[in-house]
Nanobody, 121 residues
Framework: QVQLVESGGGLVQAGGSLRLSCAASGSFFSISAMGWYRQAPGKQRELVAHITDGDSTNYADSVKGRFTISGDNAKNTVYLQMDSLKPEDTAVYYC???????????????WGQGTQVTVSS
């Protein structure tokens, strides 16, 4: 099973930056994609960004041009650099990892415990 450890959340003023990290460990064949969702109070969880093991990336329209996702396949770690933060970016950010079977098929998705990001105006 995969375990995910997140770090890097916190409180920042609008216009500031934060960097989130998520490291995967444990027993698994491989990870096909990792990324981040977020959930603000009273709102549904939404995809922020994800990156595949082939380095393809995808971003929510609301964060394009401000957030950058990157990965280190050797370390099974994903990073989310968040710049020009806005109060509406305030949410709990959840890391996820899609685990792949030996035959290349999807196996399951593991979620991190979540890290709070608060952007003050």
């Amino acid at each position: 099973q995969v375990q995910l450890v997140e770090s890097g959340g916190g409180l920042v003023q609008a216009g500031g930056s934060l960097r989130l990290s998520c490291a995967a460990s444990g027993s698994f064949f491989s990870i096909s994609a990792m990324g981040w969702y977020r959930q603000a109070p009273g709102k549904q969880r939404e995809l922020v960004a994800h990156i595949t093991d082939g380095d393809s990336t995808n971003y929510a329209d609301s964060v394009k041009g401000r957030f950058t996702i990157s990965g280190d396949n050797a370390k099974n770690t994903v990073y989310l650099q968040m710049d020009s933060l806005k109060p509406e970016d305030t949410a709990v950010y959840y890391c996820f990892a899609n685990v792949r079977r030996a035959d290349g098929s999807y196996s399951y998705t593991r979620w991190g415990q979540g890290t709070q990001v608060t952007v003050s105006s």
